[in-house]
């Protein structure tokens, strides 16, 4: 049953119902009204034609918010509907509501605005002079800030007998969630206000939609529904689409569904982070001694949650090595292009595209292979890391999933055949290889805590219902996995109770590859605190202590031979009148951190990561071509291999999208890549083989022992392929995307 998931025919079949496929009697229809603008004051805006138009029953603007207008995780900046100001493209000043989407469409282009046009801040260096400000009332176009300051670096580096520079850059990427935003709501009869929508986050959205409409969070209901993609984007715009539904739903007393375009999707929503990177690497006697590193990013127009994105940025900024000394700044800025957040990988795909290439021009530099290199400077068991963490409460595997990736690839004998410096085929051969530390979870950036309900009825059938979203990675199926096993019952009997934000408590956001971990972890103190109500009315049956009980083969057994089945046992709580039932939390272990010098233990474990990229390259197209990636990962256990597996290819393909194709164009503030025909992602037919390896050490910080996969399996690929092109051609890719008219034979 390894590779069985409980939503998998649903989803093979079509069967499965996404929010667009929701309907209620009498629904509305809700279409969000842009303007042209980048930049600029709102004058007035006219909504007398548009709701005189055919069909439309209100067109809403900030006026008709109720509660708070504004929103934001860390920076309340973003206005849920524009009044005063357009800062983006992106920014929506009306609601139009009709009976069908064709009238509400229709009615887009009545509604009228006057602007006072501003000169548009399209990227962070301008903004950085803050001579005009995309938000007046912070006073400064900078959002964030964060510092490592380890050592001296000063002395570090006038220490050094090799000091190599370098400038990285990478771009915006859009997520490309096959589902756009969409939601549906409605107002119950008791006057709670029930939310379907594709989001990551139940809770927050609950959050932002109660202050929205002034309401408490018991009046607003967020209900778990079959999400098409997320990957770190669905959630603040996604957040925002709901509140914008319940809203209109609200106001006009009936059910309202509002569902993207591909067009207002890939406008309004958020983008990774694109990253600026000045690197100064010195090395001592083989050893990187230190390190300055010097990050800018375009924030675009809100803050979202760039704070935290370029905070991890900090802390995996000099990759997996021991450096002594570091000073490191990055700093995200406002801008009038799209605004930039959370995105799989959350800010270090981009260091790692720098430092792990760094890596391979210094062994070159030094005359020795870049796996010496890495193994003479690697993060060990009790390393200290650039923050000044110890690595002393996990297994650090960074040498034995190097070696695996070597030993799987073949990596030694195939990097002797790159083209680079050989002969003139017209096709060129290269391998490359880059590897990771990852910090698990939220880490210092917020309360990490969650929460799991095991309801067993008196038949033996079990409901499970864990505080973790279904992003589409099959996290049900993996709680299911982890409850099936622990007591002992096919997973069959096991049902996941789709989740509401009413029925269990808060329990985060689902991100920072944190589902698996900490909703296993609430789920293991579930199990252990049922075990305990089982075992105590059971024991007199089994003539045994309570403790003494073990689960398997879907019986319950003493150590002196006595079994009961499982069916039967839960038969005898019903005659006790002892409910089967039980909650369990996990709250992550401590972290710390100190912003002032950017130290302190990040995150309470790490993931460990090497991932080797095959590429040929035609020498007439320049098109790369990637034959063979090799994925190692030590996840800390397996919970189940088939949505392992599909959590690596899933981040493996994305991250070759980043690296080789994904070409966000953005011109004087407006997205002209907005749909999927010019924004071209990767195609089934086009992908390469991937061979995916788990290594398993068992987290002790973990009740379940596992750690994370969803962001490891992206964060590696575009340094492993640019390590790759270089090998085969001797050009240095420094840019992303990695595009054919940027590559050529050095
Ligand atoms: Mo994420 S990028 O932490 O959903």
Known sequence: MMNWRNDGVAKVTGKAKYADDIKFFDMLHCVPVYTNEVHAEILSIDIGQAEKSKGVVKVITAKDIPGVKKFGQIRKDYS???????????DV?????????ENALNAVPKVSAKFKKLKAILSPEEASKDELLVHDVYGSNLINHHKVRKGDTDRGFSECDLIVEDYYETNFVEHGYLEPESAVCQVR????????GSMQHPFSTRRFTAALLGKKLSEIEVITIPMGGGFGGKDDTAAIVCARTALASWVCNKPVKMTYTREWSI????????YKMNYRVGLKQGKIHALQCSIITDGGAYTSVSPWVTWRSTVQCGGPYIIPNVFTDVKAYYTNNVYTGAFRGFGSPQVNFAIEQIVEVIADKLGIDAITLRKNNMLRQDSVTVSQQKLDNHIVSLEQVLDRAIKESDYCKKIAKCSFGKGDDSKLYGIGLAMSYRGCSLGAEGKDFTSAIINVQFDGSILLEVAIHENGQGS???MINILANEIGVPASKIRYRRSSTSQIPDGGTTVASRGTLMGGGALMDAIKNLKVIINNTIASELKCKPEEITYSDNNLSSPNGENISWEDAMGILYQNCTYPYAFGSFEAPKVTWNEENGSGNAYFTYVYSAQVAEVEIDIKSRKVKVLDIFAVHDIGKAINEGLLSGQVYGGVVQGLGMALKENMIIKDGHITTNNFHNYRMYRANELPRIHDFIIENPDPNTPSGAKGIG????EIISPAIANAIYRATGKRMKKLPMLAEDICKQ
Request: aromatic fraction near 6%.
């Open 80 to 90: 849920l509907i524009a009044e005063d100001k357009i800062r983006y493209e992106g």
């Open 93 to 101: 000043i009306a609601l139009i509501l009709a009976d069908t989407l």
């Open 189 to 196: 009869d008791d006057g709670v206000i029930e939310v379907y």
């Open 267 to 274: 406008k309004e929503s958020y983008k990774r982070h694109p």
């Open 476 to 478: 049900e199926t993996a």
């Open 711 to 714: 962001e490891p399996a992206l």
